[in-house]
């Protein structure tokens, strides 16, 4: 009987200790996409416990719906890359820079995401982004799927 | 006896379990304000865990200060349906297309918080918003008071 | 025997309720940097657990340069208040009325981040800030130490 009393104990510390570590501080993760991000000193993606902010992603081109498709395209494999998807992305901010033109980007940019499971969004036109003939640049926090 | 030590062990186990699922997978909920959200593939609201983003809000109108207060009044109303107000605003950023304009409604925009509690904020001039008409679009970040 | 068990129930109820406590409740703790904030009708800092919201830091000058120094110090400044520093800083937004002066300033931002720890960031060139005269305008979110 003695010896059962002593497990029990030990459990009930045990279950304890693990209940005092409630809160687990939680730092900065970075995840560069490439060398360039290290000269400009920016990091494409960085992880806050299961939350993704993903910088800026930028694309010029030979037409406004080239640049589209292609800031879209590398914003879904980065998610892609945490396993996420739209489904997952809380918010998006469009700095365009012709409203009108990316307006007309509507239909396209929807079907990246399914079952009308948007994000919460801001888009707005800016004067001009980090090089003169950027046309666009799109951030996201996301969730990640667990 | 042994009935006894045998419901211990139940409950201590059953302990031992809750502490395990510490930290929950949060996922995104979507509130929707209205169809034309749907029609430009965004949701008004996303929540994750206690977090609310709360997508742009826009106006135009006769003056800039009837689309000030429209916008303002829009934030609070969406974020009463929540149960949140003033002190819940984490953070706003606001894209005027006339800061002087705006910063004549900096009186009237204190007077939708209380208690000088005030959000972190950002406030910028742009280009133009999503409708060439509009003259204010405000988001912000909220927290759930439970 | 019957104390032992009295005590052991009352740990395992103890611990229960530990438990339960899960999720707690954050709330919204501000910093207010200055009595100008108050003015504005906002606050330099915002907390939630572990997350800081710090407001867009200005400053204009004789010239960018300046400007940029001045910024970047200040958040820097105020972070450290928090005891947090470049590692903590988890993404950016810098607003800039001038892209070209503001890339000149590349390496002397790398200078304020160790070991190649960036954020993930968003820089935009914007038509004004607050004031007319303002060439730059930086907000970051980080989170603390601890």
């Known amino acids: ?4 009393w002593c497990l029990l104990s030990v459990l009930v510390l045990f279950g ?15 995840h560069y996409q490439g060398d360039w991000e290290y000269d400009i000193g920016y990091a494409g993606v960085t992880k ?7 910088s ?14 292609t800031v879209y395209d590398r ?24 409203m009108e033109a990316h307006k007309k980007g509507i239909e396209a940019r929807k079907a990246y995401f399914s079952d009308n499971k948007y994000p919460a969004a ?3 036109q800016v ?15 996301a969730i990640l799927p667990e």
């Open 75 to 98: 914003v879904f494999e980065i998610l892609a890359k945490f396993g996420a998807n739209g489904d997952h992305i809380v918010k998006e901010v469009a700095y365009t820079t012709d």
């Open 48 to 54: 806050v416990g299961q939350m993704l902010y993903v």
């Open 16 to 30: 304890l200790g693990a209940c005092n570590q409630e809160q687990p501080v939680v730092a900065v993760e970075r």
């Open 56 to 69: 800026g992603v930028t694309a010029g081109g030979a037409s406004y719906d080239e640049a589209f498709k």
């Open 122 to 124: 801001t888009w707005v």
């Open 1 to 4: 009987m003695q010896k059962k």
């Open 127 to 141: 004067e001009r982004l980090f090089d003169p003939e950027l046309l666009l640049e799109v951030e996201v926090i």
